[in-house]
Structure formats: C-alpha cells, structure tokens
C-alpha cells in the first residue's frame, strides 16, 4: 500500500474494483483545511478518463507493471496485433487501450505495460511523434498563406489532420501523437 504522496504520473493503481492509470495530479495545500491530491485517472480496461480527489494520506493499492518493447504488425478489426521485439511472443490488443490507434504504422515500436500479477497487458505507449506519408491532400489555394490557414489530408494510415496550406501529397509530415496534431515537414 502506498500513501497518495507516491502518485505520479503513469503510476497504475487499483481503484474502484478497476486499473486505473494516472494521466495527471496535482497536489493542493489549501490555506484553509487539508490538503489533497486531484488526478486525472484512465481506466486501462474501458478507456474511460475520471476525475477525483484523494485526500492527503490516503492509502491507494499500486499495481506492480513491467515496461516491454513491442513492435506493432497488423490491425484486424478492433484488434491490433504486437510482436515483443525480445521475445517475439505476439499478443492482440483491443482498439480502445490505444490512444492514437490511427497513427500506428506497420513496424511501429510502442512501449506497453504488462501487469506483473496476471501478465495483462494494460496500457500501451505511444512514441512522441510518427513520420506519415501523405496520401491525400486537398490543394493549395493561392492568396491564403497570410494567415495560419490549414487544409485537412489524409496519411497513410486512413487518420485526417490539418496540415499548413504548402503540404502536398507524397510529401513526409511528423505528427504529435498526443494531440494527433501536425509538427513539421520532414525532408529527405
């Protein structure tokens, strides 16, 4: 058992018969009255993000996790299929334990967090940025480029992203992972 001075962020508890993840905390000393703890929790099971407040000293379960490298192969419907790249043990994962799932990439390697108990997997990390090819860019208007205008193109996975007006198709774009949000243009 640990106190909610442990919490940090990417610690796994269990909490309310369920795995949660802590996405985000914040440790409040009022003037007045007892501290405590607000988190931001993500369900590593139904993907839901809540919301609480712990109060300061509060005794929270900590699940034991492992970190694996694991290289992604091969979608197939809501499953998304993993190699781990020590082992090669292949594992299926359910879409919605994902944050970006449309940004992954045949090859791609993720961080995934194994629950050391019952060897589950329980959350998958995504690297902070992905090169996509773009598939499918709607053209350029001429005279817009003086203000940040931006036209949507497809990548090569199928997901949509605004991109700056100058973004053709074949051309290399680095993404944001976390927001799903165009970075730059990568050259060759």
């Known amino acids: 058992m640990a106190s909610t001075s442990d919490i940090r962020n990417g610690l796994c508890i269990k909490f309310n018969h369920d ?99 019952t060897d589950l997997p329980l959350s998958v990390d995504m690297p902070a940025s992905v090169i996509l090819e773009v598939t499918y860019a709607e053209p350029g208007v001429k005279g817009n480029t003086a203000t940040n205008a931006t036209k949507n193109a497809t990548v090569e996975t199928g997901a949509n992203v605004n991109v700056p007006l100058f973004i053709n198709e074949g051309d290399k774009i680095k993404i944001d992972t976390a927001s799903g949000s165009y970075m730059e243009r990568v050259k060759e």
């Open 19 to 117: 795995i949660y993840k802590i996405i985000e905390f914040l440790h409040v000393k009022p003037g007045k009255g007892p501290a405590f703890v607000r988190t931001k929790l993500k369900s590593l099971t139904s993907g839901k993000v809540l919301d609480n407040t712990f109060s300061a000293g509060h005794k929270i379960d900590v699940i034991r996790v492992e970190t694996h490298t694991f290289q992604f192969l091969y979608p197939e419907g809501d499953e998304f299929h993993f190699m781990n790249a020590e082992t090669f043990e292949q594992i299926s994962l359910n879409k919605n334990i994902l944050d970006a799932p449309d940004l992954l990439k045949e090859g791609t390697n993720v961080m995934v967090q194994i629950n050391t108990e």
